[in-house]
């Protein structure tokens, strides 16, 4: 993503969703805090809450949950396909790339091998699909005993 990409995408795919105010989740990534981005958003009735830098990984869903079990499964075909077929090279000696077709194959196979309760809770312990009311807090897994932002809890309970 990028300065110029960045309103298409808002546009294309967060614009659509909604003709209310609505919120989105953005990492800290230097072209989500550009002015442009930002009134952009502003113009899409979008309000952007930004996640401190290294904190995705406690609250978004695939990086807590899931992620490592879907990259295993495209790992293995990857590297399946490494080892049992012949490839063929280029003249400069590299070898050819394997047809996207077949990436994409992996990864519909990859995703559909998970387990949909998994998914649904992912978003349960991230906070995504928590009650609002504070009901649910407990169940969020960055907040729970031993884990980076316990202190967080208490905060909310507040």
């Known amino acids: 993503m990028n300065e110029d990409w960045t309103p298409e995408w808002v546009q294309g795919v967060l614009g659509r969703f909604s003709f209310t105010r609505q919120m989105s989740a953005w990492d800290s990534f230097k072209c989500h805090l550009m002015d442009s981005i930002k009134q952009k958003l502003t113009n899409e009735k979008i309000n952007p809450v930004i996640v401190p830098g290294g904190c995705t990984k406690y609250i978004q869903a695939p990086d807590v949950a899931w992620k490592k079990l879907f990259k295993g499964k495209?790992?293995?075909?990857?590297?399946?396909?490494?080892?049992?077929?012949?490839?063929?090279?280029?003249?400069?000696?590299?070898?050819?790339?394997?047809?996207?077709?077949?990436?994409?194959?992996?990864?519909?196979?990859?995703?559909?091998?998970?387990?949909?309760?998994?998914?649904?809770?992912?978003?349960?312990?991230c906070a995504i699909t928590v009650a609002t009311d504070g009901s649910e807090d407990d169940q969020i897994h960055c907040l729970k005993e031993g884990q980076p932002c316990h202190a967080g809890l208490s905060r909310l309970m507040t």
């Not at 399946?80 to 196979?109: D, Y």
Request: hydrophobic residues 45%.
């Open 74 to 125: 495209v790992t293995e075909k990857y590297d399946k396909w490494m080892a049992e077929r012949a490839h063929s090279f280029t003249a400069a000696g590299n070898m050819h790339a394997l047809p996207r077709c077949e990436i994409v194959q992996w990864i519909l196979e990859a995703w559909d091998s998970l387990d949909r309760e998994l998914i649904v809770h992912s978003f349960r312990i």
